[in-house]
């Protein structure tokens, strides 16, 4: 177990209202990224963050912001949800600090949106 | 343009026998892999990963194999068993603290 929890772990929203995913980690790990997993897609990244106030862009990024205010907490947010957007969402972290960045990311328990 | 494939979505196996997942790769940059195992309704958990300076690595039951110059690695699973049963995405990382996932292959372990 990383030390990594993602609130809430399920969530039904309508379309256009905003959500606002968290992902809490206790292992001072620098990197921290959230995923979505769809069917027939895999894992794919949607932001990440190299340190504090530093985020970037993954592979899926529009629709979503991030933010990382502190090391622990890394926050997803969805400005006005769409169907589209009906995924499971997995936040991991890597790179203890000062470590190199070729290190595993570990994952959290995923967070289930269903976007009616 | 997928970086990372792995062509099986699916593979059934006996318990006790060898269960072989395949991933290919296109990006020569790629420098580490990695295997993560997955059950339904939880997270992707690290099983083993291999850097591009070895061809096999093995932990247990778990054996992986690089071969740098086809881009291609395994994950052999000796002997399998039923609760090896999961879903298995081999990632791909390389020059930056970002991975590349492949979509998955559901290994079914029968008694």
């Known amino acids: 177990d990383a030390g990594i929890t993602q609130s809430p772990r399920h969530k039904v929203t309508e379309t256009g209202t905003p959500v606002t995913l968290r992902c809490h980690q206790t292992?001072?790990?620098?990197?921290m990224y959230w995923y979505r997993q769809d069917p027939g897609h895999g894992l794919r990244l949607i932001h990440y963050s190299y340190g504090v106030k530093d985020t970037d862009k993954g592979e899926v990024s529009d629709g979503y912001s991030v933010s990382r205010s502190k090391t622990e907490d890394f926050l997803l947010t969805l400005e006005s949800a769409t169907s589209s957007q009906t995924s499971v969402y997995f936040c991991?972290?890597?790179?203890?600090?000062?470590?190199?960045?070729?290190?595993?990311?570990?994952f959290g328990p995923g967070t289930r949106l269903l976007v009616l | 343009d997928q970086q990372v494939k792995q062509n099986s979505p699916s593979l059934s196996v006996q318990e006790g026998r060898i269960s072989i997942l395949n991933c290919d790769y296109t990006?020569?940059?790629?420098?580490?892999f990695l295997w993560y195992k997955k059950y339904p309704a939880e997270g992707p958990t690290f099983l083993i990963s291999?850097?591009?300076?070895?061809d096999k690595n093995e932990d247990g039951r778990f054996t992986v194999f690089l071969n740098k110059s086809a881009k291609h690695l395994s994950l052999h699973i000796v002997p399998s068993q039923p609760g090896d049963s999961a879903v298995y995405f081999c990632?791909?990382?390389?020059?930056?603290?970002?991975?590349?996932f492949g979509k998955g292959t559901k290994l079914t372990v029968n008694p």
């Open positions: 990632a791909c990382g390389g020059g930056s603290e970002k991975l590349v």
């Open positions: 991991a972290i890597s790179g203890l600090a000062g470590g190199s960045v070729k290190e595993t990311q570990y």
């Open positions: 990006n020569s940059m790629f420098d580490y």
């Open positions: 291999i850097s591009s300076i070895k």
């Open positions: 292992e001072n790990h620098r990197y």
